[in-house]
């Protein structure tokens, strides 16, 4: 058997419904986070967010037993309210494929496998550039990518009630409409206010800052500059938006 995803192709499904538990299988490398980052980010859980939660370190390989501790209890209370969940991680272990599709059967919601078939040597040079405490072997890459490969076709049988791979043109399309429509709301063309002054907060800082930032009031000057505060507890910082600088 060839160790590539076509060498045991099956008849492509395109199903992902909703609510559903989404567990992506693939090594690491191979573009998770990327895919699952089209999802809203409450829906989305990772191993190596949950290792920081326990260690402050994401690559803590040691935190790894308390932070599935934690992630299989979100995980539980998730399905108990049938709300739609992406495992973002490489799941090319059979028996962690069968802790998570338990969970999901307790509460009758169904349970898909999607796979993210990248080539094992993209995976491998995509380490390079990874900050070294994320960084994987390349014999633990190609291992996991041979797991998920052989792992293919017994997945039915896992449990899965459906198989959908990461390429698979019907499954961009929603993807890109999801985006979309974010991009619609926060520019306000779908009717509603959007994110008016605050689209160049967060192009500059980022879409953590967004929560902590607010404008002075009455602080609009001539040419349209402001003054605006990010606080943080008792602390502040005071910036102003300069649209005019040579003025």
Known sequence: MKTTFT?????????VPDPALIVMIGASGSGKSTLASSWPATQVLELDAFRAMVSDRAGDQVATEAAVTVMHAALKA????RLTTVISDTNTDARVRKGLIDAARAHGVP???LLVATPADVCVWRQAVRDPDRAVPEGVVRRQ???????FPQLRGEGFDHVVFADNIHRLEPL??????????????DGSAGLGSLLL???VFGPDVLPLWTWRDGSDLAGGD?????RLGKDRL???LRHDVDG
């Open 78 to 81: 998730r399905m108990a309210r």
């Open 238 to 240: 005071v910036l102003a």
């Open 111 to 113: 349970v898909v496998a």
């Open 145 to 151: 990518h041979a797991d998920a490969v052989a792992a």
């Open 7 to 15: 060498g045991t192709m099956q008849p492509l499904d395109t199903t």
């Open 201 to 203: 907060v967060r192009r």
């Open 176 to 189: 890109l409409k999801r985006a979309s429509d974010a991009r619609r709301r926060d520019m306000g063309w």
């Open 226 to 230: 402001r003054v605006g505060e990010i």
